[in-house]
Every structure is written in structure tokens, then in C-alpha cells.
């Protein structure tokens, strides 16, 4: 580094102040720590009293290592303090007139060359950094909370800041054991800019009762693997905290998807803040408790009344899902008909299933008698009129409505009355399937997500003129398949896809911008979100020209501006980089 840092100032020893300073303390450097008064001072070193002692308690520090971290803390109430640090990180609230009052005051302290970095998560940083006579040494340092533990920094460099200050400050929060990803200066930066629109888009369909807020949740849970779902997130994080970053993200982007929902500042005015103040879009058991208490009305109070009896199911296709269904139906002991175009297809479709029993069985999760027995349950059909003793029939062919049509056509010819007909679709529409037979009313979506043996999640879709019976029916066998169902209308996307692909899109019109690398996009979701792929790295598995499908037919349905797929998604299907399966999307393999 071009500078030796070895003294740092924070300004500000709230939550973030405070979980900032024990990091730079653990790393061995001085810190010195300044907050309005006595009382703050005092309520900082009580955070960092604390947030140290559950360190001990866990075994990650020593006594010894609490008494040396603190006492490399020195506190005060007065900016002059600060003169002779060699960085300042400035962790106040998050008000612009307040920051570039305190930048002003440094500017006048501190050495020329001293390095100004803002904590903030939403402001910015070229409007606090025109405060100082050294705009080019300005940045922003936004640490996750709790600081101590999330590794992500986001480093925001302005259209001044010099090249060699954000190596400086990346070099430096690797030297604190961080992952710095770096990017442009704009409202919400990475992480914020791109889960807050997702966030966002949560609320509006809880607003429209699209779905529940258990299913809501448990729907991106389950389906993508995402540690919280987004209403107990922002819960967490707390909706008036969530109002004020999108506001603040509306008003740079102008973008409709960052106008908050009118739901939350409903909520916000009825002090229904989330966790800390005990409700929010769930009541909590005290304030600051992550204990749940009730339920809204889902699949277990929607319950399993009127619902038909299921014991022989016909699966129509031969590809991943058709097989997958096939096994999953067949390992819970119900007789399962497949069927193909032809007796030999039919036949090396239950051959594969037979593959991936037997893959069961060397991994340990089925026992050999186990996977005889569910192998034994399928039966191989060419003709649909093979599938006429089923009461529930899964069609898994192709993503062309017209084909789909054709076969809910040909299963309404053959089948009882009474029968369930289902669509494994995950982004037709499952009433133009249902139109296609006689019987509407016994037709609904039942969308697995693949691997279906491995993943629980199951969309269960009522079109306008599924009866509740059959909603039941469906709730009823997703209970006996060992799945976990989440009800939702028939609308593009479903649950998942439609709060994915979205944020997917963003993620591709950000790198489009050049506003940060794929690299770091990604660094910055898995890091600061959690989440267990990045952008990117989903899209190049799932497939460019899959996303740019459910892309388009999103934008087609909801007709948002801010849904349309990014230029780039579509120049580089049109260029034949499709992903992980073309051997080159985002990135080549």
C-alpha cells in the first residue's frame, strides 16, 4: 500500500460504528472512536462489551484477546480527536445533511492525505465527498451488519475518486479479512440495489393477496434455497429501514419496481415496523424476538377437506421432470403410469428412473428392497388410453402451450370424470391448458422444481375455474409426497420465477452498465445476502435462453418497464452463449 495505516478513526459508535471498530480492533490496528457524547459513548462501549463477551462465550476469543481488543479502542466526543489517524470510517445515521457537516469538520482536522470513507448503505457518496476540499480521496466503505461476522464491503468509488485510493481501500479491507467487491456510486449499490427490488416485489403480491406470506416465504425457501424468505427479511431488517433505501432508490433510478409499495408505509404508520417492534408482516412474541406467533390461512389450515382419493397417478413425458415425478410419486407408494410416444420410449424413461433409484440406493438414502418395490410400481405406456384408470395424471412435455394442449385434449378423451388433471409448467398458462378439455374445473398447476426427488417445493397453481376440491386434492398428495405445496394464482411465474427472474435481469442490466463485474456482483449476493449462488452463476446453469424466455413472457404479462429483458441477456443467446450447457455464458467453461 502506498500508506501505512495503522491508527483509524470511526465516527459514529452505534450498531454499525460499533461492530466496525471491533473489526479494525481484532485486526490489531488503533482505533479511535467518536460519538456525540458521554451517553453515546457509553451506549457504543456497551455494544462492544457485549458483541465481545458472546465472542468468548462461542470460543472465538480469548479473555485475554477481549481485554487487548478493547483496550486498543480509545472513545471521545470531539472530532479533533481524530487528527492524527491515518483513516476515517464514518458510521452515523443515515442523513445526508449530518454526514456533510461531519466530512466538512474532518476535511479542516485531519492530514491532507487522510482517506474519508462513508458507511453509508443508500446515500451518495459524491454528494457527501463535494464537502471536502479532496473529493478524489472520498469513498464508501459499507460494511454488513453485524459487522463482525458478514464478510462483504462494498467499496463505492465516485466519477473523482482516484484510482489508487480504491486500491488503498480494497487492499485494506482484505487486510481486515473482508471480501471487497468495488462498484459505481448509485442508490443501493450492489446488494441493496439489487435484493430491495425483489424485496419490493414480495410486498406488492402479499398487497394483492396473490399469495400468503408463509407461502410467499417458504416459496423461495424451498425453491431457491435462500436462507430467509422476503417478508420475515424485511422484518428483520425493519420496514422503515427498508421504505427509506427504496425512496432513496426511487428517486435516482426513477425505476416503478423501487417506488415502495403503498403496503409498507400503511404498515410503518401503524408502528408495524418488524421484529423490533414486535409485528410486522408476522407478530413476533416480544419485541427484538424471532419467535413467530400465529398463522395465516395456508395449505395447513387450507386443510384436505373434499379431497379426492389418489392412488394410481399417469405421468406424461420422458425427460428430467416426467422421470423425476415418476419416482417421487412411486418411492410413496403410488401406482404410477408412464407414458410416451412410444412403448420404447415409455420404457427407457422408467429405465432411467430405474438409474437414479439405484444411485439412491449406493448413496445410502433408499435401501435396495426399497427401490425394487418403487420400480416395481411404474408401468410403461405408448397409448393415452393406458392412463384411463388414473385420478391424478402430471404432464411434464415440453414448454410449447400448443403441445400441452394437445395432450390435456387427448388425457380429457380418456380419463373418468373426477380424475385431476395437472401441468408441471412453470410459466404457461395453466388455464389455456385446462380450456383445452371439457372438465376446467378438474385442471390445476402442480409445478416441481428439478431435481424433483430432491427439492420440496411444489407450486400449486388454481386457475379461475379450479375447484376447491381439487386444490385440496393437490394440497392433500404434496402432504403425502412429502413436499412442501404453496398456493398461488395462475399469473406468469408463479411465486419463484417471478420474484427470480426479475432480480436476475437487474443483476444483467447492472454489469450491462459497467457498473461492477460479474465477479464481484456475484462475491456481493453470496457474501452480503447469503444467497447460494451468485446472479451469474445461476443464469449460466439455468440457461441464458431459458432466462431470456421467462424474462420475456413476464414482461409480456405484467407489462413493467423494468421487467423487459436486458440487451445484453438477449445479444449473448443470440450469440450462442448459453450457459454452463454451451460450454460459455457470463463466463466460459
Known sequence: MAREISTVGVVGLGTMGA???EVLARSGLDVVAVELDAAGVARGLGHLRHSTARAVAGGKLTD???????????CGTSLSELSEVDLVIEAIPESLAAKAEVFARLDEITGADVVFASNTSSLSITEIGVHTARPGKVVGMHFFNPAPVLELVEVVRTVVTEPEVVEEVVAFARRLGKAPVVMGDRAGFIANALLFGYLNHAVRMYEQRYATREDLDAAMRYGCGYPMGPLALLDLIGLDTAQEILDTMYHQSRNRLHAPAPLLKQMITAGRLGRKSGRGFYAYESPDSPVVVGRESTVDSAGKTGARTVRTV????????ATGIAEVFAKRGFDVVLRARSQEKAAAAVAKVRTSLDRSVTKGRLSEEDASVAYERIRPVAAFSGLADADLVVEAVAEELSVKREVFAALDAVLRPGAVLATTTSSLPVIACAAATSRPEDVLGLHFFNPAPAMKLVEVVSTIATAPEVTATANAV????GKHPVQCGDRAGFIVNALLFP???DAVKMLEAH???ADDID???KVGCRLPMG????LDVVGLDVALAIQRTLFGEYREEGFAPAPLLEHLVTAGRLGRKAGKGFRDY
Do not use: D, H, K, W
Open 314 to 321: 399417469g405421468v406424461v413425458g420422458t425427460g428430467t421432470m
Open 64 to 74: 485475554a484477546g477481549q481485554t487487548a481488543l478493547l483496550g486498543r479502542i480509545r
Open 535 to 538: 446472479p451469474f452463476e445461476l
Open 523 to 525: 462475491t456481493a449476493m
Open 478 to 481: 404434496c402432504a403425502a409426497l
Open 503 to 505: 432480480y436476475l435481469n
Open 515 to 517: 457498473y461492477a463485474s
Open 19 to 21: 461492530g466496525i471498530a
